[in-house]
T-cell receptor, first 113, second 117 residues
């Protein structure tokens, strides 16, 4: 059974810092991994999607890496801003049909001005 | 902009009544949509897979008679919580997958906060 964990559970940093969020999964047989952002009481916003054959994806100040063999992904946020405050979820997808997402519990990030 | 729209964003209902939540894919057709439930400070749990033109597939432990799913068109799936009880209060989120070439990406609705009083 696929299990996804995220460390840390919560993180508070001053504005401007670079930070790394970690995601681990137990079964390396994944189709892709996706990082999402969730603001309180809101739905999910897709940040980055990494296919199993890829090692990293970048979008603006965000960079996500994937090491499928070790079951790890990291989300790097450069020059953090207060607007980055949210919960960040990683989710792994096992198959290319259906959805079969397994979500991690999330990391609650607070960026202090 | 949003590619999956969910409505309503918030609903309060009395115990014993039914509530319908709509999920629409805005600029693509989705033969399959997905319904998730999220309890406070917990992650999302898949409830069911909604299939256009056929019956939904429910995850283990999810009551199909309580959570009725209808996927009548390629852009609309509805989740009806029947005879709602306070323990059904939760955050419900729908999702649809859009294919681009050989890759597929999931998009989520804004979520619906259901409170049963």
């Amino acid at each position: 059974k696929q299990e996804v964990t995220q460390i840390p559970a919560a993180l508070s940093v001053p504005e401007g810092e670079n930070l790394v969020l970690n995601c681990s999964f137990t079964d390396s047989a994944i189709y892709n991994l996706q990082w999402f952002r969730q603001d309180p009481g809101k739905g999910l916003t897709s940040l980055l999607l990494i296919q199993s054959s890829q090692r990293e994806q970048t979008s603006g100040r965000l960079n996500a890496s994937l090491d499928k063999s070790s079951g790890r992904s990291t989300l790097y946020i450069a020059a953090s801003q207060p607007g980055d405050s949210a919960t960040y979820l990683c989710a792994v997808r096992r198959q290319n049909y259906g959805q079969n997402f397994v979500f991690g519990p999330g990391t609650r990030l607070s960026v202090l001005p | 902009g949003a590619v999956v729209s969910q409505h309503p964003s918030r609903v309060i209902c009395k115990s014993g009544t039914s509530v319908k939540i709509e999920c629409r894919s805005l600029d693509f057709q989705a033969t399959t949509m997905f319904w998730y439930r999220q309890f406070p400070k917990q992650s999302l749990m898949l409830m069911a897979t909604s299939n256009e033109g056929s019956k939904a597939t429910y995850e283990q432990g999810v009551e199909k008679d309580k959570f009725l799913i209808n996927h009548a068109s390629l852009t609309l799936s509805t989740l009806t919580v029947t005879s709602a009880h306070p323990e059904d209060s939760s955050f419900y989120i729908c999702s649809a997958t859009r294919s681009t070439g050989q890759n597929t990406e999931a998009f989520f609705g804004q979520g619906t906060r259901l409170t049963v009083v």
